[in-house]
């Protein structure tokens, strides 16, 4: 029996990079806030935009969205491929 695909499904975490995926930014501080390091790691290293929720790390189907969130706490709502643990990007917000 082969499983259907997961259907749509809200996530909470922290958008971040795959670089410093677990959101500590310490090791490679390339900027003076985590926004900042997000995003020198993204444009200059080649780093791809990732949600840490505080146990797993999601690769993000959509690369722009989240870069007005970088470093920020949001809630990502997409489809998860559970396989590659990427996250089909519907909709991301600022979470509370």
Request: net charge negative.
């Amino acid at each position: 029996m082969l499983s259907a695909p997961q259907g749509k499904q809200a996530f909470t975490g922290t958008i971040t990079d795959d670089e410093c995926s677990r959101a500590d930014h310490s090791r490679m501080r390339m900027g003076p806030t985590d926004a900042a390091c997000v995003r020198a790691c993204i444009s200059s290293h080649g780093a791809s935009y990732v949600l840490y929720d505080g146990k797993d790390i999601y690769t993000l189907s959509d690369q722009q969205a989240p870069e007005k969130f970088a470093g920020q706490k949001v809630t990502v709502v997409g489809a998860l491929d559970a396989n590659t643990k990427t996250i089909k990007v519907e909709s991301i917000t600022a979470a509370n």
